[in-house]
């Protein structure tokens, strides 16, 4: 059965976000959609949630379809109540005395603890609020739930956890999933959508078969237009070379036979589809400058602690050389920030126990990209690298961030924006050894894929923290475990994976 019936459906916000898009979402649809920053994919979830307007096209809904529509962040207004009452809200009134006991099954359903139901939301922790949201939204016992970004925040227990639930909905529920997780992708839908300025692509496959389809029809479109121009081409030679016989013959046949020679040309031409180049958020650039020493950071049994002094688990001996990109596995709360934040305090000079060799040049960014100064501009963001005016400006266009945007403070700039902002922060530092903490965050699929490239394809060392399944398998060459209050070396990350997904 049909849920949403879309045809040509077309939105434009300054500039076109997709066109003619045409799609049917049924029951049991698990749709993931998939487009980089600032593509559409969350004012289409609006349009199909009836809270935006497309510019053109129409969405028809099944009649008395309900809807659950859990967006990036909580409302202002909802901040102030407690997980458990905003969860409770979304009942209807005339149920809440009878039927308030459905908030404690689906909270249990959601694995919530009970301290944290009482909590108000503008205490918790991002990923926290998101839950609080998505059992606002089951609650009302919906047939389509269209979840935006619904890992942000999240680390790998509690995606697993979400991935689980996902599977054990109704299989007649619909589920339309936004999406710059690849392997939760891969999990969870049966449908990928590719959203674009037009011709939008839909398969029915999850992401990862999806994208090898999408990369096959996109080269099929290349020679098919590169067919289709090479054909005009010929016909343009024959009819240069009838008109020029034509003419010295003075023969009318040959000059008819010339102009629909060039007319089919034409036509050709006009029918001719260029094949689909996707416009990047921004490009993202790395580099390495290199070093000739051995081991850039050294561990020599480092007790690593909380920042109130309880021991958290000892390193053991352990170096990074030119060329490792170490992966820092370790669940939540043992202390992977913590061993970040050590040796980036050594190579600040600001912590001794954490050897590092004199010629490493550090490249630095956090989960919050705390490197970044909301109250700045991107000009003065990159200003301290003596780049120039044009340069810096040409430098930040290329990054996703627009002449317009270059003087507005950055808590302006989307998540994305500041993302790309702080990978080009980083490449101006001409770094030889990268400590990243959650890079992912804000990045669509482009810019990890970007990120991914960069990393390996110049070599660089790094320390990173990631909870992106797919960037810690296709970056990481060593992987360090805190596993039993130690730090212990594992050929590869599946052994945590599995752990923590359960």
Not at 238 to 262: E, P, R, Y
Not at 271 to 280: D, I, L, S, V, Y
Not at 327 to 334: I, S
Request: glycine share 8%; aromatic share 6%.
């Amino acid at each position: 059965m049909s849920l949403f019936n879309i045809q040509n459906l077309s939105v434009t916000l300054g500039d076109p976000l997709f066109s003619d898009l045409s799609l049917t979402i049924s029951k049991g649809d698990r749709l993931g959609l998939v487009a980089a920053n600032g593509r559409g994919k969350t004012t289409l979830l609006g349009c199909l949630s009836g809270e935006a307007e497309p510019t053109s096209g129409e969405i028809t809904r099944a009649r008395g379809l309900r809807i659950g529509h859990v967006a990036q962040y909580v409302p202002e207004a909802d901040l102030d109540l407690t997980l458990y009452d905003k969860v409770l809200a979304a009942l209807p009134p005339e149920q809440v005395d009878f039927e308030s006991w459905r908030v404690d099954v689906v909270l249990d359903e959601l694995s919530v603890p009970y301290d944290l139901q009482q909590s108000p939301l503008r205490a918790l922790s991002g990923g926290w609020q998101r839950t609080a949201m998505l059992a606002a939204a089951w609650i009302t016992q919906p047939d389509v739930l269209l979840l935006d970004e619904p890992t942000n925040h999240l680390d790998l227990h509690r995606i697993a956890l979400l991935e689980t639930w996902l599977g054990n909905l109704p299989r007649d529920v619909a589920v339309v999933i936004t999406s710059h997780d690849r392997a939760f992708l891969d999990t969870t839908t049966n449908r990928t959508l590719f959203l674009r300025e037009t011709s939008s692509r839909d398969f029915a496959v999850p992401f990862s078969h999806a994208r090898a389809a999408l990369d096959e029809a996109d080269a099929a479109d290349e020679r098919r237009f590169a067919n289709d121009l090479n054909k005009a081409s010929q016909l343009r030679k024959q009819a240069a070379k009838l008109k020029n016989i034509g003419i010295n013959s003075g023969s009318d046949l040959l000059i008819t036979k010339t102009k629909q020679l060039t007319e089919r040309a034409a036509k050709i031409e006009a029918a001719a589809k260029p094949a689909h180049r996707e416009k990047g958020a921004g490009d993202i650039k790395l580099g390495n400058s290199g070093t000739h020493a051995k081991a850039l950071v050294t561990l020599d049994d480092i007790k690593v602690n909380t920042p109130d002094g309880r021991w958290l688990y000892d390193t053991g001996a352990k170096w990074i050389t030119p060329g490792d990109r170490v992966v820092l596995l370790g669940a939540n709360g043992t202390g992977k920030t913590q061993l970040v934040e050590m040796v980036h305090r050594a190579l600040t000079g600001r912590e001794s126990h954490v050897k590092s060799a004199p010629s490493v040049t550090m490249g630095y960014s956090d989960q919050h990209l705390s490197q970044l100064s909301d109250t700045d501009t991107p000009m003065q963001a990159v200003g301290g690298f003596g780049l120039g005016d044009q340069r810096a400006r040409g430098l930040l266009a290329g990054a996703g961030v627009t002449i317009q945007m270059q003087d507005t403070a950055l808590g302006k700039l989307s998540g994305g924006q500041k993302a790309r902002l702080a990978m080009l922060v980083l490449r101006l530092q001409h770094p030889n050894f990268y400590l990243l903490d959650e890079p992912t965050n804000h990045l669509d699929i482009e810019g990890q894929e970007a990120l991914e490239d960069e990393l390996t394809r110049h070599d660089a060392a790094c320390l990173l923290v990631s909870h992106d399944r797919s960037f810690v398998r296709n970056v990481g060459n060593r992987f360090w475990w805190i596993d039993r209050r130690r730090l212990v070396e594992v050929e590869d990350p599946e052994a945590f994976f599995k752990g923590q997904m359960g």
